[in-house]
């Protein structure tokens, strides 16, 4: 089986729904042989991790169309890209609340940092990943990841290519003291 990331666009569900939706998608595809890992909900689409065989994809979108329509599906492979393309991916992921596979693409650029960039860049997946705790509605996990983004964060330059990292610092403090994960662009 293939491992692929399917986006739905949301039509009304909110991160409490994560749960629900991974058993009502699991009905809707209990006749084939697929596996639904994990739902994810952000304001414009529900993200779904599966695995399925390649040529049952679209017979799985087509059984989860009742939850929302298709959006876009991203096939998940190891992939190896430039360092400044898997930033660019990156902030284009995180911006558009894609955030598991915005940690995915910073993945592959610390892959390639040595030192202080290292600590830096594993600071930005770490927020990417507390959002996409949010997204499973596992919030107080991603509330709690907030102090580990600081300390990789530490006192890094206040930009890194194009992100404004002195915002994501002042945004993971004021998200720490207020108890709540709010989105942001980088």
């Known amino acids: 089986m293939e491992r692929y990331m399917i986006h739905l666009k949301n039509t009304s569900y909110s ?3 994560s749960r629900e939706l991974v058993y009502r998608a699991r009905d809707l595809a209990s006749d084939m042989n697929a596996s639904i890992r994990i739902a994810r909900v952000a304001r ?5 991790d599966v695995a ?3 040529e049952d994809l679209e017979s ?3 059984k989860l ?3 929302g329509p298709m959006d876009n599906i991203r096939h998940v492979v190891e992939e190896k890209i430039k360092k400044e393309q898997g930033i660019s991916d990156g902030i284009f992921y995180f911006n558009n609340e894609r955030f598991w596979e915005s940690h995915e693409a910073f993945e592959g650029v610390w892959k390639q940092c040595f030192g202080r960039e290292k600590e830096l860049v594993q600071g930005i997946i770490l927020m990417a990943v507390a959002f996409a705790h949010a997204q ?3 919030k107080g996990i991603g509330i709690g990841m907030l102090r580990r983004v600081l300390d990789k964060l530490g006192t890094s330059p206040s930009t890194y290519h194009s992100i404004d990292v002195d915002r994501m610092r002042n945004k993971a403090i004021e998200m720490q003291q207020a108890g709540n994960l709010t989105t942001f662009e980088i």
């Open 15 to 17: 991160p409490k729904n």
């Open 44 to 48: 414009k689409f529900v993200e779904f």
């Open 52 to 54: 399925v065989e390649k």
């Open 60 to 62: 799985l979108v087509e």
């Open 65 to 67: 169309s009742p939850i």
């Open 136 to 138: 499973k509605n596992d």
